[in-house]
């Protein structure tokens, strides 16, 4: 991490004095990764799609979580939502995609 960005981190109260997350919820950047770098080569998601991961997982449902500020809350894993954001995304973007649909890919 630079130092401007660490500099900038302490001053927005993010990370405390020695570096670490201020809040015990905050991750790091590298424990932020670590669930994309689980998922990649995990044999456990073969075939599935679509999944929202947290801590080298498959999220739970937030409403179901015991703690709070863990899992994936329902409106995030909502198709209907899904596909009104990606026509929004392509509307802002100004872009087009030749020979697909309007719609988030299957």
């Known amino acids: 991490m630079e130092q401007d960005d660490l500099r900038e981190m302490i001053g927005e109260g993010w990370l405390g004095a020695q570096g670490a997350p201020a809040d015990p919820t905050f991750k790091?950047?590298?424990h932020g990764a670590a669930a994309q770098v689980w998922a990649a080569p995990s044999p456990r998601l073969?075939?599935?799609g679509g999944l929202h991961c947290e801590d080298c997982d498959v999220a739970v449902r937030a409403e179901a979580a015991a703690e709070p500020f863990v899992g994936v809350k329902a409106y995030a894993a909502d198709p209907g939502e899904a596909g009104r954001l990606w026509a929004l995304s392509v509307d802002l973007a100004g872009i087009g995609i030749p020979g697909r649909s309007a719609g988030p890919a299957s």
Request: aromatic share 0%; no cysteine; glycine share 16%.
């Open 46 to 48: 073969d075939g599935l």
């Open 28 to 30: 790091t950047p590298a």
